[in-house]
């Protein structure tokens, strides 16, 4: 099959042929339709401590349909079914990923970081994380579940009520499922700080009530708009010294949730935090639940993120799209199409 391949921190990936996969008994084989680049791509390609290997296939945003069954799964999986999966093979048997938590699985491989990705023809994915898709969603929008999921389980994990006020700290990918979940459930004013022109049109396509400039009168601006300050605030850049302004930005008992990939030291006074007994709460990743509810949400055209992708490459056209995206422009979600 083809596939792009990283090589080397600094080099764009190289599209060739590699062998393909063949399903473990529990495994399955899917032709990959779409397959969306993430933030954390990025990350895993540049120098760090999350870098991956020479020769590693990236991609866990990817959705498509299945073309060969491991032999224990004849019968429950047909050839053709279109399907998304979690980007992990876990044990499927355990506690944990009996109840949809592969994540958390102590056997868990990493679709796209230790297991080859759906930057490919062909990616390998576990039966118990893979989800069939209803009819109704068309094979483009499914390659944003997987994003999407990212944004409810931050918004399930602030445990967002209607009414509440949220403020989200910054409008790449992330910060705009963020924004699209915490206005489905009813938050009451959904502010996105982000600079960058496009991103805060797409905010306000995409269910912000408002956008804001980043900065020292942040806090005012949410004031000002919202008339009190932010119940819940989520951090969706991930660099230094962002946990801090949210410390100062909350009001007491607020609640921090931090949702950026930050790789550097970063320091906060807990002094204030202790103060206005702040609830910081990370949130990471998703559950089968996830994955499933924005999949029904979807297909009943109850949420709609289509404004998100702004372009879909081919895949020799992937390399250069990706390495544009270390530095974007007008580029919010950039997919991969495989005919
Ligand atoms: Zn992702
Ligand atoms: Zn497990």
């Known amino acids: 099959m083809r596939a792009a391949v990283f090589k080397e921190v600094g080099q764009p990936m190289v599209v060739e042929t590699v062998a393909d996969p063949t399903p473990e008994a529990n495994e399955l084989v899917v032709k990959v339709g779409y397959c969306g680049i993430c933030g954390t791509d990025l990350h895993s390609t540049r120098e760090g401590a999350a870098t991956v290997p020479c020769d ?53 491989k990493v679709t796209g970081l230790e297991v080859p990705g759906g930057f490919a023809e062909y990616v390998k994915t576990g039966d118990s994380e893979t989800l069939k898709l209803p009819d109704e969603l068309l094979m483009e929008d499914a390659a944003l579940i997987e994003p999407l999921a990212v944004g409810l389980h931050a918004v399930r994990v602030a445990e967002l009520k209607a009414g509440d006020r949220a403020l989200v700290i ?13 206005r489905f459930f009813g938050a009451r004013d959904v502010l996105v700080s982000e600079l960058a022109e496009q991103r805060v049109a797409l905010a306000t ?46 009001p007491r008992r607020g609640r921090i949730i931090p949702v950026g990939v930050c790789e550097q030291p970063d320091n906060f006074m807990p002094f204030l935090a202790l103060v206005k007994e702040l609830r910081i709460q990370f949130a990471i990743a998703y559950t089968r639940d996830d994955f499933e509810t924005v999949i029904a949400m979807m297909a009943q055209g109850r949420i709609d993120a289509r404004a998100m992708v702004t372009d879909v490459v081919s895949l020799d056209e992937m390399p250069a799209a990706f390495e544009a995206l270390r530095n974007p422009s007008h580029q919010c979600k950039v997919l991969t199409r495989f005919d």
């Open 56 to 108: 590693s296939i990236l991609g866990h945003e990817f959705c498509g349909e299945v073309v060969e069954t491991g032999s224990a799964l004849k019968t429950k999986w047909q050839i053709g079914d279109r399907v998304t999966s979690l980007p992990f093979i876990a044990c499927g048997k355990c506690a944990l990923c009996v109840e949809g938590r592969p994540f958390e699985c102590l056997q868990l």
């Open 170 to 182: 910054g409008g790449g990918p992330v910060g705009l499922a963020v924004a699209l979940w915490a």
């Open 205 to 250: 396509q995409l269910g912000a009530t408002g956008t804001l400039t980043p900065g020292e009168t942040l806090g005012e601006a949410f004031l000002d708009d919202s008339g009190a300050p932010p119940d819940v605030i989520f951090e969706c850049v991930g660099a230094p010294g962002l946990i801090q302004e949210c410390i100062d930005l909350a």
